[in-house]
Each structure stands twice: as structure tokens, then as C-alpha cells.
């Protein structure tokens, strides 16, 4: 059983439970049918930690929940989405104050990460473990964002409550954007009125997004959480829906941090940033942090490892197993760069992956995430002909 953890509305008084309820350890508590009759009694199963299988969703999600969206004409061009998606959050954010259709603008954003995450998720996962550009702010939230949707996703979210999350990831640094990009690049330690601005940021972005006319209290109260461990909430507040959106809103936060580079430290590998984060939240205890672990794998792509044939690469797709990626050779055994990278399968056992390799070695080289991902409009050559792509 993959278990989904209920919230306090997925449970309502009177009502026959239309799933067996199981706890963290997959002990069955309430069998389906069962009637709770007291508000109490709901608030001790969601303390205790209620979980459903996730084949038990299509019932989980609320009756009023809308449709998925029709899907659209697949992203021909997703990296070039990618690259206007980011540019209209980095305009959003940017004249924020001056802009007056603020929610309609974020509402058209939003579901574009969401697309681009379906459309092609190692590419969005590449772009994020490969990012070294200027505009922080703005990155990390798209980052952010992309973790967020994947990890929800990968638990089963209705789409609905997906919007909301999107939002409040994209919106979330809101109350510190001019400062969050100097930070990025800031040897010295903090300055106390730097320190007062972090700590008020999630508070002040409530406020400006409510000056800006965003009503929906989930997006709002997630961005005023997402530093709030759950445990330091109350019990009433954690179990809210807005609390579970800024609980995968943090996680992803953290991680996408962790795997950035400051000027004050390079980035860490996606195992050791992977190991920390599942560490400091839960571990398997905690179901979104073992969504993430599942949805990333050990070698996310964009991670550098070395292979057993001696060669570098990077990794560009997830494999069928965790740790068995499809990765891009670019160095030879004697670290010689190859002309054109040769794609490796490292399910086999020659080309097995047996470690990772610092970011910094591929600093020197040029990579066109278009052409690597078989998404460049007119290709002269095709090394990666090896691969499928959903073309
Ligand atoms: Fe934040």
C-alpha cells in the first residue's frame, strides 16, 4: 500500500468512510463503512495519522472538486515555455505593487508549471539541478513550484488543491523578493535587520497578496506557514488544509535550496541533499518526504555521477529503478570530453552508477537542455537517437 494521509475535511461526521483507514505503521483502524459520530473522535484519527491506499483517491477527493482540466495540445517546446514561464513570474513579482490584475496573472501562470510538469518532469528536474544563472528569487520559486507539483501529484492531490499550492510556491518569498536575490550571492554572515526581514517574510507576504486581492484563504495562509514546522502548530491549524499545502510548500522549499548554489557554498549532490532532507523531516514516517524521495530518485537528472565504465556524465532521465538513470556520457575514462555525449544506460552492468560527481566538474561545459532532450526545433545532429522522447 502507497499510503496518502487524510486531512481533516477528507472525513465527515455521519457519513459511512468510503475507504479502510489505516495508521502510519499500515495497522488497520477504521474499516470502510464505519460511521464517525463525534468531531472529537476525527480530531484524534488525524493527530494519530490517518492514511488510505492511494487507489482509494478517486473517492478521497472532494464531490465538488472540478475536473481536471482538458489536456491541451502537448508543449512542442518546453524548455522555451520554461524560459517565458520564468520570465512572466520575474515580471509578476517584479511590478507587483503596479500590478492590478495580480490573481487573474498568477491564475494564468500557475498551471503552466503544471503542464510543463507533465509535459516532460526530468526536463523541469534537469533545468532545476542544472541552474546557475542570476534572477534567484524568481528561480527557486519555479523550483519550489515544480518539487511542490510533483510531490503532489505523485500523492494524488485533486487539481484543484494542486492550483492553490502552485500559487502559494510562486507567491511565497513575495514578502522578501528584493532582498532574496542579493542574499543568494552575500558572503558575509546575515545583518540583524536582514534576519528581521526572513523572519517576517511569510507574514508580510499574507499581507501583500491580500493587498494585491487574493482571497483564497488556503493560498494565503500557506504562504504565511511555509516556514512553520507542523509541530509547532497547533492542533487545529495543522491539520488544515492550508497547513498541508505550506507542510509540501517547506519540504520543497528546503530541498530546492539545499541543491542551489550561494556564493557562500556550492550546491550539494541530490543524494546528500536528498539524505539531509529525508533525515530532518520524518524519514518514512513522513509520506511527502518519501513522495519526494520516489519522485526524484537517488539521481535526480542533472546530477553528475561517475560510471562504472569509468566515465562522467549527467543524468538526464529517471530510469525504470532508482538507481539505474539514463545518463549522458560527456567525459571518457581518461576525462577527456566526448564530442557529442553518448547516452548510457545504466541498468546495464558496465555502465552501473557508482557515485556522484560535484557540479563544479561540469561548470566548463555548454549545455543546451533543447537538444539533450531531443526538444530543438531543427536538430542537425542527434546523438541521443538511443532515447524515446514523447514527441
Ligand atoms: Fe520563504
Redesign the pocket.
Same mark, same amino acid.
Given at each position: 500500500m502507497r499510503p496518502i494521509r487524510l486531512n481533516r475535511n477528507a472525513v465527515h461526521l455521519n457519513e459511512p468512510l468510503p475507504w479502510d483507514v489505516f495508521d502510519a505503521g499500515g495497522t488497520l483502524l477504521l474499516r470502510r463503512g464505519f460511521r464517525i459520530q463525534l468531531p472529537e473522535q476525527i480530531d484524534q484519527l488525524i493527530v494519530r495519522g490517518a492514511y488510505v491506499a492511494d487507489t482509494a483517491l478517486p473517492a478521497y477527493a472532494p464531490a465538488a472538486a472540478r475536473p481536471e482540466r482538458e489536456r491541451k495540445t502537448p508543449i512542442a517546446d518546453p524548455v522555451g515555455v520554461w524560459q517565458r514561464t520564468e520570465g512572466r513570474l520575474s515580471k509578476l513579482l517584479h511590478d507587483f505593487e503596479r500590478t492590478p490584475d495580480f490573481v487573474a496573472r498568477m491564475r494564468e501562470i500557475a498551471p503552466l508549471v503544471s503542464d510543463l510538469c507533465e509535459r516532460d518532469a526530468d526536463l523541469a528536474l534537469f533545468q532545476m539541478m542544472r541552474w546557475h544563472g542570476t534572477n534567484y528569487a524568481v528561480a527557486h520559486a519555479v523550483h519550489a513550484a515544480t518539487l511542490s507539483e510533483l510531490i503532489s501529484r505523485r500523492l494524488g492531490w485533486p487539481q484543484h488543491q494542486r492550483e492553490k499550492l502552485l500559487q502559494a510556491a510562486l507567491s +511565497?518569498?513575495v514578502? +522578501?523578493r528584493q532582498m532574496q536575490t542579493s542574499l543568494a550571492s552575500q558572503t558575509s554572515p546575515l545583518t540583524g535587520a536582514q534576519r528581521e526581514v526572513?523572519n517576517q517574510?511569510?507574514v508580510r507576504?499574507l499581507c501583500l497578496l491580500e493587498s494585491a486581492g487574493v482571497e483564497d484563504q488556503d493560498w494565503l495562509r500557506a504562504v504565511a506557514l511555509?516556514?512553520q514546522p507542523p509541530e509547532s502548530m497547533s492542533a487545529r491549524m495543522r491539520h488544515g488544509s492550508a497547513a498541508q499545502l505550506a507542510e509540501v510548500i517547506r519540504l520543497s522549499?528546503i530541498f530546492g535550496a539545499k541543491v542551489s548554489p550561494r556564493a557562500s557554498r556550492p550546491a550539494l549532490s541530490a543524494d546528500q541533499a536528498l539524505r539531509e532532507t529525508f533525515i530532518g523531516h520524518g524519514g518514512s514516517d513522513n509520506p511527502l518526504v518519501a513522495a519526494l524521495v520516489r519522485e526524484l530518485g537517488i539521481y535526480p537528472p542533472g546530477t553528475g555521477v561517475r560510471l562504472s565504465s569509468g566515465e562522467v556524465g549527467l543524468v538526464m532521465r529517471r530510469g525504470e529503478r532508482a538507481n539505474e538513470p539514463k545518463v549522458f556520457a560527456t567525459h571518457n575514462r581518461a576525462g577527456q570530453y566526448y564530442m557529442e555525449p553518448v547516452v548510457r544506460d545504466t541498468a546495464r552492468s558496465q555502465f552501473a552508477v557508482v557515485g556522484t560527481v560535484p557540479a563544479e566538474r561540469f561548470q566548463q561545459l555548454t549545455i543546451n537542455p533543447a537538444r539533450v532532450f531531443g526538444y530543438e526545433a531543427r536538430t542537425r545532429l542527434r546523438p541521443f537517437d538511443s532515447l524515446e522522447f514523447e514527441l
Open positions: +511565497m518569498n514578502g +522578501m526572513i517574510h511569510p507576504g511555509h516556514h522549499d
